[in-house]
């Protein structure tokens, strides 16, 4: 497990997780260093497709004006079904958390692979568990990560825009 400094929050709706990431973008963040996680869709909705060309990925539904967006801003994207949780959309450097996660689920005991990605990065478990559930209700994800000092920065923006939740994660907490 490695261990890095990181700001989870968690969001109620769409709109909400859109606004911080725009708050962040104009405070300055790295959008190399933010991710983002979410169901694209709620059962009784029709999704009708997600296609990638080159390094776009395009998601059309009742919120792809939103994920769209983030395809563009943030690093990497990719849609994943996972047990559980079922399908989830993902954008940022959480893709490859995730990824890692797939080889590794295993090892780290209990944790799915989007847990197993996040603990990869110096999340605790019970942490892990909090945002698996708000992923289960329909809620978003935001993962700001880097130096104390960056995601102290990210933390402090994201305060004012209010999330149902939001962690702190340090590499010195995890390393003590």
Request: proline fraction near 3%.
């Amino acid at each position: 497990m490695s261990t890095q400094n990181s700001v989870v929050a968690v969001y109620r709706t769409h709109t909400e997780a859109d606004q911080a990431v725009k708050e962040l973008q104009r405070g300055g963040v790295d959008m190399h260093k933010l991710s983002i996680v979410g169901k694209g869709y709620h059962t009784d909705e029709q999704v009708v497709g997600y296609y990638n060309t080159g390094d776009r990925m395009k998601y059309w539904g009742k919120v792809g004006a939103f994920w769209g967006g983030f395809w563009g801003l943030l690093f990497g994207s990719a849609l994943f079904v996972i047990p559980g949780l079922g399908p989830i959309l993902a954008a940022g450097p959480v893709v490859a958390w995730i990824v890692a996660g797939l080889e590794s689920a295993v090892a780290v005991g209990g944790l799915g692979v989007l847990g197993a990605g996040l603990y990869s990065i110096g999340i605790p478990k019970d942490s892990i568990v909090k945002y698996e559930t708000a992923l289960k209700t329909d809620q978003f994800v935001l993962i700001a990560h880097g130096t104390a000092a960056e995601v102290a920065r990210a933390k402090d923006i994201i305060e004012t825009t209010h999330p149902a939740q939001l962690d702190l994660h340090s590499a010195e907490a995890v390393a003590a």
